[in-house]
């Protein structure tokens, strides 16, 4: 340590106080560190379950750490292997799927609950039924959303869950699905503790099911603290290996250069939606991690406002963004320009369809057109407050849009606020257009228009432009019926077509998902679909 | 000092209605619906809004709304955060103390550094110290505090890496709220790693409490500077000097204490302005303090939050104000004859 | 002060020229005196005078570097931000924003505030001790604090913070008008033009106003560097000057997500407004010498 360097009496004075204090067990502390990593994140979770949201912080927060699924994706090939779940069958009519459940799944065991039993049959149906039927206990509980499951119409294709046995169940469909099992391996299928339920039932506090949660996963909830921090102590019985690490902690830090300056003060280990690649790049004590991400960003209208509900409006709007200056501005070339919803590295689907490309032009004939004089339409453009994979800054974003709009004589004014108000506004349709994206949860092109596009997610909100078009509906639905996958290219394709002419939504860019690291940490996995696993970490 | 302990008290109750007052208007001024932003109570159903409403009497006039609004604020319930849905009272109860803790720091820093230079600038006045330490004090008080702040963190952070940038002790420690007071609670623990944590601690509270008490200390600087002046050219030093005390006596035992009943004074008043520039340095350092989450509330329309935080530290930094001038009555006589009116 | 006059008769010079007389002996204070000068005029012509318009993006120049780094370009001579908008261009058009605007925030709330403290002087009883515990309640609130109070209020944006600026200088004019027309109400001067049965308002207008205008000047330029740094603060914060605007806090706001691959963006809006705060503090120590020489000629 060094002494000589301030004038101030005080700062040498309590250092020296630091630096004796420190020096009594110095191994002791190294432990400490080496036991913890601080993850630092992009902003709060809005709930501990992630059965009742979309956004990737929650998911991020919460699914791979608190709980298990029954399924998961191979990493590898996005194949679906066993989770929970050790095995399952399905009949050959498509109609019943059982499920062979493991049987030495510890629950958390915490200050305010601790499990009697493994994990069993009516776990898993508590789970599901939760969200499945109206008048379940717990179904109106933290809201009574399921974004997830709404968006995918669950409860219309499954009939019933039925018990078999102890660690047996079988799901009864109402028809054949091809995404039914995909759904169950996503980060929202999470399975919940039914015995902490009836616990939390005859104390009559339902609601700490979602803040105090109870779950299977590598680690347990300890503390938190809203806006501040989340800790996670380790599972000491979970199922698979227990994580190596002792503590696991969320540094709330939605400010960009807040996140990145603890990770070059050592106060993070792991940061994420890092800014400045190249600086963290050529650190010597730092890394940079990316994958390759099946996202999203895009600008939508809220079609059920004016003046977005008038067709004519969007297209303008849609030919005066300047994409390649965004492009250049926002992603620094690190992004593929989006031409459709789906990204183009996972599937080929845009070659033919309409482009709207960038022509002032063309917006202010359209603009005309719709009768609207230039300088007399003012917009609000939602710009959302924290980096996402898919969008590192909406709110520049967001400037460069509104210098666009302003050469075709729309004045618009930004709008942003904190991320869970942000989300729970929009949810309401308060907004007139939003920059926002989509990260998909499994491999899937229905995975981009169901949950973005359909009419079952305008009434559940994830679907921002509030689009609901019967045609659009249709497509989507002969494509998850059919099972050529000709057949099923050609719906989709027809479904692009359909989004470039009424233009509910301009998608923007496809962007890889980022996350710096200090080369002490070891073994960390980034999921293309969301969510990080902190179970195989270690730290030197 | 009876009286003037009474007067002070006079003009506290009269202060404490002003703001109650004010607090309680705010509820009307904001947009929305006064009921429901007097308390955060954004879910409620109507029978529970109309229950509410009886207790908080809207159907009455407004005196008797007033008073029902200050029959909870004294029995401690300050509403739910708008955003949060977490009572107010008990979110300051965890955020207060680190501000307090963050200014008293920075207080003593600004005191300890601010007074002596002063001192030093006075006995070489018209001297070159003199006129360095004005440039100085000039140059720091000028400097805008969140721009020190990211220089702050810039160079003792990153490029040096001697003291962390943000938060008031690492996460890794896990501390137990006792008091809200971080070193307390820490000292008040049984952790093994309690001297770590306090040691993280202390290195976390010096980047900002320094930032902090650059303004402060400049004020005090030129404070005590003139204050030594003033005392220097008073008839008792004279008479000191005449009976022969040496400098370096005269200075210590007359001249010094003199000078910090002086400086006592304006304690009160500065310590409004440290929370105010505490408040702006917790957005830099991501402190968890109370000008963090104000400003937070601020950007989320929280107006149950903004009115009663800001009513709470109102009254915070209302009750210093008065200590400090209790505590220069006490120690100066000459300061209880004044008063107003006439 | 020992004075060597042959003539009975001597002028005295108007406070003003007294001021201007002080302001020439002391170089530093001069050079501030200048200082304040150029960005009174940089803040009037702004318009006229930036290369560039300052919310202009120049897509092909995104964060180029000042003109003295290697890879700066001279039609850029500060360099761009994120936007390829001119930083020159958008300091300059930030001076008249950050300190035109605190200009004319403060001559607002002098103008106010001296004449509630005219009147306040003239009033005695309870409404003055009413008064003085209002104003000792008001001015033991920090003005940064109190602006953000008024901002809650009203909602953020530049229009309401200087609004809530006025607001909250108006007190410490009040404050020091009322204590200045007291103290010189006590004078022979006032006593004689009262036994000549000048009225109150009379006296106050012709009498005492020209001999305390240099203590409501200095007050101003106090309440000057005050204000520019609580409106520089406000928009640092987010509650002042929306997105666009280049006002310097908000720009500094801006660039603090490019502070580590574009630093400039941070260090010239905040060297700005310490180069202005600077130059009036200088202006207000030159006011404060002159009081003071005042004081002890007389």
Redesign the interface.
Known sequence: MKFSFSSRHIINYSLLAVIFLSGCDTSETALLTEKSIIYCSEGSPESFNPQTVTSGTTIDATAYQLYNRLLSFDSQDNSLIPELAKSWHITRDGTKVTFYLRKDVQFHDTDYFTPTRVLNADDVIFSFERILEQDHPYHEVSGGRYPFFNNNNFASIVERIEKINDFTIRFHLTGPNKGFLSSLATDYAVILSAEYADQLALQSSEQNIDIYPIGTGPFKFQEYRAGSFIRYYRHQDYWQSPALIQQLLFDITP???GR?TKL?ASECDIVAYP??H??IDQHPALSLDQVTAYNVAYFGFNTQKPPFDNKLVRQAVAYAI?KD?IM??VYYGQAERAKSLLPPSAWDYEQSVNQIDYSIAKAQELLAEAGIEPGSLTIDIWAMPVQRAYNP?A??MA??I??DLQNIGINS??VSYEWATFLKRLSNGEHQSVLIGWTADYADPDNFFTPLLSCSSARTGTNRALWCNDEFDQLLADALATSSSEQRRAYYQQAIELIAQEVPLVPIAHSKRFQARSSSVQGLVLDPFGGIDFTKVTKN | MLLFFVRRLS?FL??ML?LTWFAFS?AH??PGDPLINLTGQVNANPEQLIALGQQYHTEDHMIFQYFSYLEHIISGDLGLSMASQLPIASELANLLPATIELSIVALAIAMITGVPIGFVAAIYHKRKVDDVILTFS??G???????LG??AV?IFSIELGWLPSAGQLSLIYEIDHVTGFLIIDILLSDNTYKWQAFADATAHIILPACVVALAPATIFIRLARTTMLEILETSYIKAAKAKGLSFRQIIYRHAVRNAMIQVVRHV??QF??L??LA??TE?IFSWPGIGRW??D???Q?DYTA?QNG?LV??IF??IV?IITDLTYAGLNPLARERS??? | MARDKIYQEEEFPSPIQQLWQSFRETPVVMVGFCCFVFLVALALFSPIITPYSS?E?H?DS?LVPPAWDDKGNVSFLLGTD???RDMLSRLIHGASLTFGSSFIVVIISLFLGVIIGSLAALT???K??FL???L??VL???S??FA??I???L??GLENTLFAITVVLIPQFVHVTRNAISEEFDKDYVLASRLDGASKYRILIYSIFPNIIDKIIRQATLAQ?AAI?DI??LG????GA???LPEW?AM?ANG??L???APWT?YLP?LA??FS??AT??VG?GMRHAVRARKEYQ
């Open positions: 400010n960009n250069t990145l070059l800014i400045a190249q600086t300047n200056a250049d501005a800054d709110v520049t400037k460069l509104q210098a004014n930004i | 003009l009269f202060t002003l705010l001024l904001f000039m140059i008080y000028s400097i805008p505090i969140f721009w990211l220089l810039l009160g008043l409004a302005s929370m105010t408040m702006v957005v104000l400003i509330s601020i950007y329309r903004i800001l530290l109102s930094i209302f104000h107003y009116g006439s | 919310i993006n897509l995104l994120n936007l390829g005695k009883g309870l003055s001790s003085n515990h209002f000792d309640v033991s609130i920090p940064l604090l953000i109070v901002v809650a209020i909602g953020p560097s740094l520089a603060a640092f914060l987010g509650l929306p997105i666009p806090g500094l603090i997500d502070f580590y691959i941070v905040g407004i310490l705060v600077i503090n200088l120590e």
